[in-house]
């Protein structure tokens, strides 16, 4: 199994008011092709700290971190910030949607500036193309001109993810995905996550809720900047054997002291 990411004794210290917080201690992660890893943990543990620092968002204090085989503190700035907008992709809670813009230039725009930086073999056409794909297959098509206020959280959250998809990354980061969407959205954005999944990008996803959790690969349960442990659950076939999944993981996650 190729590795996509792979993090070593990563530690990240904030320093507030001259009083030091180690935020993580020396975590060590591998996420291999295709896999769909969720973070789980106490509130204030770390888990979206991880996420930013091992896709290059925020900088490491010390340790490493190698994605896509290139270790991040080889690159610059600007580097990282291209690989970002090339090979990975954002989803976020808090969906960080530009409000001047339509649903549809909100998604187009990163594929827009992957072009102005790389000036790679696509044109605006095929940018344009792909948009329009994306929100077929996620079934917002018809919200394309809409002003991002006159269309619902679970609309918007698929908004977010052809956004994210926008560049055919090969990892999405998703942080608490479904954490603002009613439970019939946030299963429809899951159901769209799982699929992308299945075609081969690699997720890594922070949530509190376990049900979602219950439908990746594998979940890891941090506690105080560590990784206390992990639970394999498998790939995850639409409508098979969830309830189980829930249940192994409650009685998991209850172990670890949830
Ligand atoms: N930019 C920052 N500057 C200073 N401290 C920060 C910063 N970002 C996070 N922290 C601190 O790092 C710790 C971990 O925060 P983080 O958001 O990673 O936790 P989390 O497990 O994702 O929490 P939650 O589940 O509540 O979202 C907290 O103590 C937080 O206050």
């Given at each position: ?38 973070v ?52 976020f809670?808090q969906m960080?949607?530009?409000?001047n ?13 992957a ?24 079934g ?5 001109g ?27 980061f ?21 699929r ?36 394999i ?17 409650t ?8």
């Amino acid at each position: 199994m190729i590795a996509v990411l792979e993090a070593t004794n990563l530690c990240k210290t904030y320093i507030v008011n001259k009083s030091q917080n180690n935020v993580l201690r020396n975590v060590n992660l591998t996420l291999h092709e295709g896999e769909f890893v969720s973070v789980m943990g106490p509130s204030g543990s770390g888990k979206s700290t991880l996420l930013y620092t091992v896709s290059g968002m925020d900088r490491l204090t010390a340790g490493e971190v190698v994605f896509d085989q290139k270790s991040l503190s080889g690159l610059s700035e600007k580097e990282v910030s291209d690989l970002r907008l090339r090979k990975m992709g954002f989803i976020f809670q808090q969906m960080h949607m530009l409000g001047n813009l339509s649903v549809y230039d909100n998604i187009i725009l990163s594929g827009y500036e992957a072009l102005k930086r790389n000036g790679n073999s696509r044109s605006r056409s095929d940018v344009n193309q792909q948009a329009d794909k994306l929100m077929r297959k996620l079934g917002i098509i018809e919200t394309a001109g809409h002003d991002i206020t006159e269309v619902s959280g679970g609309q918007l959250q698929r908004a977010c993810i052809c956004r994210a998809l926008i560049n055919d990354p090969i990892m999405l980061f998703a942080d608490e995905p479904t954490g603002a969407l009613n439970s019939k959205a946030a299963q429809e954005v899951l159901a769209e996550l799982c699929r992308i999944n299945r075609e081969g990008t690699t997720i890594m996803m922070v949530t509190h809720d376990m049900k979602v959790a219950a439908q990746s690969d594998k979940v890891l349960y941090m506690v105080d900047g560590t990784i206390q442990g992990q639970h394999i659950l498998g790939k995850y076939s639409e409508g098979q054997g969830l309830k189980e999944r829930e249940q192994s993981l409650t009685k998991w996650l209850m172990e670890m002291g949830w």
